[in-house]
């Protein structure tokens, strides 16, 4: 849902593998991977942001 209203989204499923950037995926049980993964999502600029908002809508889009 968050990736289809365009959010970046920090991900665990492997599912978004490919579909996000790898420094997106964590691992849910290391508060320092998730840390860093929201960090690197808070700090890319708005190109790199409005690049993926679209790639995952369209996945959204064709794989649900």
Do not use: W
């Not at 190109?47 to 993926?52: A, E």
Request: glycine share 8%.
């Amino acid at each position: 849902e968050a990736a289809a209203s365009g959010c970046i989204v920090v991900a665990t499923n492997e599912a978004l593998r490919g579909v996000v950037p790898d420094e997106l995926f964590v691992d849910v049980n290391s508060v320092g991977s998730v840390a860093s993964g929201i960090r690197f999502a808070l700090e890319m600029d708005a190109q790199s942001r409005g690049t993926l908002t679209r790639k995952l809508r369209a996945y959204i889009e064709r794989e649900h």
